[in-house]
């Protein structure tokens, strides 16, 4: 069994910075791969980031602008988020155990995000 936890969600300006943070238990290891969803209102959930081992990839809409990272010691993965745009407002989910094409089957409760002035 997995659990995801997200956190660091909030309202914040465009341009401004956030640091999401999803803390795992159960049977994650190092070499599980963890990724970034996020779904805005009447729309689909998309990926947004995935990190599995030194293989990190990131939808073309936020290259340049997120980060994800691991600590597989605090079995946590981040995602920073920076220079942020109205269109980032979402509810971000943390995942496990997918591949690139398709999400696995643990999921967060997701963690809400949004930019506004």
């Known amino acids: 069994q997995v659990q995801l936890v997200e956190s660091g969600g909030d309202l914040v300006q465009p341009g401004g910075s956030l640091r999401l943070s999803c803390a795992a238990s159960?049977?994650?290891?190092?070499?599980?791969?963890m990724a970034w969803y996020r779904q805005a209102p009447g729309k689909q959930r998309d990926m947004v980031a995935r990190?599995?081992?030194?293989?990190?990839n990131y939808a073309e809409s936020v290259k340049g602008r997120f980060t994800i990272s691991r600590d597989n010691a605090k079995k946590t993965v981040y995602l920073q988020m920076n220079s942020l745009k109205p269109e980032d407002t979402a509810v971000y989910y943390c995942?496990?155990?997918?591949?690139?094409?398709?999400?696995?089957?643990?999921w967060g409760q997701g963690t809400q995000v949004t930019v506004s002035s």
């Open positions: 990190i599995y081992g030194s293989s990190i």
């Open positions: 995942n496990a155990g997918g591949d690139i094409a398709t999400p696995g089957s643990y």
């Open positions: 159960g049977t994650i290891f190092s070499i599980t791969p």
